[in-house]
């Protein structure tokens, strides 16, 4: 009777012994297919959202040619913070910059100041950004103030000389370029409401 209980024992600890080893292999298994799953959608995703220098300079040039002048920075300012050691990038961030500077000043010297000034505004506007490529730049901040200065000034001067001529419309054009590039301007805001009411008290005698 002792043989028969021992031989019982025996067969149910083989028994337990087997089903303890099977639980831990399923659970290694399945530890090891979430680590598998993890690693594999995490490692897409670091990949994807580098892109290379010489992509990013060409994307920034279809903006560049597009007029789309807040976009490269955007493009290279986003892509600069993921990548804030990269020489490379830097130098065709500051490339770019340069380049749609140089834009500005030809605008500039044929006296289109509201095309210049426009540029001006959108980089001095950044200009907290560009620290990382300060010195890599052929402008500054102060550079960008006084071009900003005389376009302000150029366009108000177009605008008051237009209206005393009676040319309304084109007085409002220049008017609309200073808001552009200096919003909170007074001063300009009272001359367009001035030169509406104008405009519309002519267009009700007419």
């Known amino acids: 009777m002792m043989e028969f209980f021992r031989c019982k024992l025996i067969v149910f600890l083989v028994v337990l012994s087997f089903t303890l080893q099977s639980c831990t292999g399923i659970e290694n298994l399945v530890s090891s297919n979430k680590s598998n799953q993890t690693s594999s959608k995490t490692r897409p995703s ?20 597009a007029g789309n002048y807040q976009k490269m920075i955007n493009t290279y300012n986003y892509e ?13 961030y500051a490339r770019s910059l340069n380049s749609i500077k140089t834009t500005a000043d030809n605008a500039y010297e044929q006296k289109n100041y509201a095309s210049a000034g426009r540029i001006y505004y959108i980089l001095q506007k950044n200009y907290g950004k560009f620290n990382p490529i300060v010195q890599m730049l ?3 901040n102060a550079y960008l103030s006084t071009r900003l200065f005389y376009c302000k000034k150029n366009l108000s001067i177009q605008g008051f000389q237009e209206y005393r ?18 919003p909170n301007n007074t001063e300009i805001k009272e001359a367009i409401e001035k030169a509406k009411l104008q405009q519309k008290n002519l267009a009700q005698k007419r």
Request: hydrophobic fraction near 35%; charged fraction near 20%.
């Open 46 to 65: 670091s990949q994807a959202s580098s892109r290379s220098p010489a992509h990013v300079e060409n994307l920034a040039q279809k903006h560049i040619r």
């Open 80 to 92: 600069h913070l993921k990548q804030p050691r990269d020489v490379q990038l830097m130098q065709g």
């Open 138 to 140: 052929s402008f500054n």
């Open 165 to 182: 001529k009676g040319n309304i419309n084109s007085a409002l054009v220049s008017w609309q370029d200073v808001l552009e590039i200096d």
